[in-house]
């Protein structure tokens, strides 16, 4: 089975992460999926006047309800899809993707990973934006929004029917390989990796593991969008306000190398040492570890922005702004944070074979477990609940995607194979499996950045449109009016 992930990695990493620089910059490589996510997010940033500040506070009254109205479209709420998208990202990107972005290219990465965090908060907002623009109500009821729709229904009104048709595919294609891997095998395969050290019963039998979470998760996406919708809603609050509590505990018991750390973080971001592979080195594990704990630029969030139920498109979109801050520039800073004060990242360490071995998850565990000797346990615990949490969000987008591809009718295909690829994942080498969701979830970026960059005017007129209204009191006085909700 490694050997199949490890033909498929070369093939795709000699596509999407062939070097910019082309050799030229010795002892430095810029794959180019890392800088074409670099390149939209500033650019959507500056195009949109720096809204992820902006309407910052506006969007977490939209989150409260503050904005509902009667003529609000959809199958969940905003708070609801907000949530369910969080399941899919604070997960094992946080705990054991920053944890392996230190372990490779030294605490300069978090950095990097902050700065990622910050542009991507502006991807995710046009990404989202786009797919209640472009979303589609089905005979069934259900709605299909995400990637697949904007490029197909967006593109074509821009005259490149066929362009956008062929990266719809290309999009769809890859967002069912990113489920099955980042989104599942790479959940499942950290999450035993963790466990397996409380329960050494899973070391030994860890297809156990496999099979038990197969049985969980195939019970939650069986029951579709709402299902998993409410379950997400319940846990994500819960499990990242242990970590958090956990994390700032920590922080305060070493509050005396606090300042030591980020001191370190800083300058290793601009002057890494030799093992970091210089600064376009930690820069880039720096930006791929927050694509891959945010997904901001890579269009998997917006597969489920697109059922939340708003009147104005890019009001969801601001809900949206949350998602890398709390995930990225939240979340994985504190993680970042344990991890540098602790020191547990250090290749020639005590903890040196989960660095080599890149068990994110585990080497995240032992930097708790230095302070709070007791606090593996509940890591363990938070890290199977991330990573459940994680696989029934991306179950969801990839059952669109094959939707998409297949219609309506094969959708019980996909669950069936998404469950299969959890017990295959318990008896997979993580190395293999980072690799391969990395490149995956990576890839998605270029067909749906084509898609922002070619429609971004859409998103421009709509959010004009919405703050003449917003500046005039429109907004407030449309749901005073009908008694719904409360005025700023």
């Known amino acids: 089975m490694n050997s199949i992930f490890e033909h498929i990695n070369g093939i795709l990493g000699s596509i999407f992460f062939y070097d910019v620089f082309f050799g030229m910059v010795e002892g430095a490589t810029m794959p180019f999926i890392v800088a074409w996510l670099i390149i939209g997010g500033v650019f959507l940033t500056f195009r949109f006047g720096f809204i992820n500040v902006r309407m910052f506070s506006h969007a977490y009254k ?5 904005y509902k109205t009667a003529d609000d479209v959809g199958e969940i709420t905003p708070f609801q899809s907000l949530t369910t998208a969080l399941s899919a990202t604070v997960g094992l990107g946080n705990i054991a993707g920053v944890a392996i972005a230190i372990a490779v290219g030294g605490p300069g990465a978090t950095f ?4 990622a965090g910050f542009f991507g908060m502006t991807l ?3 990404e989202v934006s786009l797919a209640q623009i472009y979303r589609e109500k089905r005979p069934d009821g259900r709605i299909m929004g995400g990637a697949m729709q904007y490029l197909s229904k967006g593109l074509a009104t821009k005259g490149y029917t066929r362009l956008g048709k062929v990266l719809a595919v290309l999009f769809a294609f890859l967002a069912i390989g990113g489920s099955l891997g980042a989104g ?3 959940q499942t395969s950290q999450a035993l990796g963790a466990l397996a050290e409380s329960v050494p019963f899973f070391q030994s039998y860890p297809i156990a593991f496999g099979l038990i979470m197969a049985l969980i998760v195939g019970f939650v996406i069986i029951g579709g969008i709402k299902r998993i ?3 997400a809603e319940k846990i994500v609050p819960l499990m990242v306000l242990v970590y958090l509590l956990a994390s700032l505990w920590i922080l305060i018991t070493n509050a005396s190398a606090v300042p030591g750390a980020i001191t370190t973080i800083f300058h290793e971001a601009f002057a890494p040492t030799a093992i970091a592979g210089g600064l376009i080195g930690v820069l880039v594990q720096g930006f791929k570890r927050a694509a891959f704990s945010s997904e901001a630029g890579i269009g998997s969030a917006a597969i489920v922005h697109s059922t939340a139920s708003v009147k104005y498109p890019v009001r969801q979109g601001m809900v949206a702004l949350y998602e890398p801050f709390i995930d ?3 979340i994985c800073t504190m993680t970042a944070l344990v991890i540098v004060t602790t020191g547990v990242y250090d290749p ?3 903890f040196a074979n989960l660095v080599a071995s890149k068990q994110g998850a585990a080497l995240t565990a032992a930097a708790y477990g230095t302070v709070i000797s007791w606090f593996p346990v509940i890591l363990t615990f938070s890290i199977v609940l991330f990573a459940f949490s994680t696989m029934i969000s991306w179950s969801y987008y990839g059952e669109r995607s094959w939707t998409y591809l297949f219609g309506e009718k094969y959708t019980l295909a996909y669950k069936l194979i998404f469950v ?7 008896i997979t080498s993580a190395s293999a499996l980072l690799d391969f969701s990395d490149l995956l979830i990576l890839a998605m970026a270029l067909p749906n950045l084509v898609g922002l960059y070619i429609l971004q005017g859409d998103v421009h007129s709509n959010l004009k449109e919405y703050l003449s209204k917003w500046k005039s009191g429109e907004l407030d006085r449309e749901c005073i009016e009908k008694g719904i909700c409360k005025s700023e």
């Open 62 to 66: 939209i989150i409260t309800g503050q």
């Open 112 to 115: 990097w990973m902050i700065l």
């Open 124 to 126: 995710k907002f046009t």
């Open 184 to 186: 599942n095998a790479f």
């Open 229 to 231: 919708a409410r379950t």
């Open 328 to 330: 990225t520039i939240v």
């Open 348 to 350: 020639g360490g005590e």
């Open 420 to 426: 299969a690829f959890t017990v295959i994942a318990s």
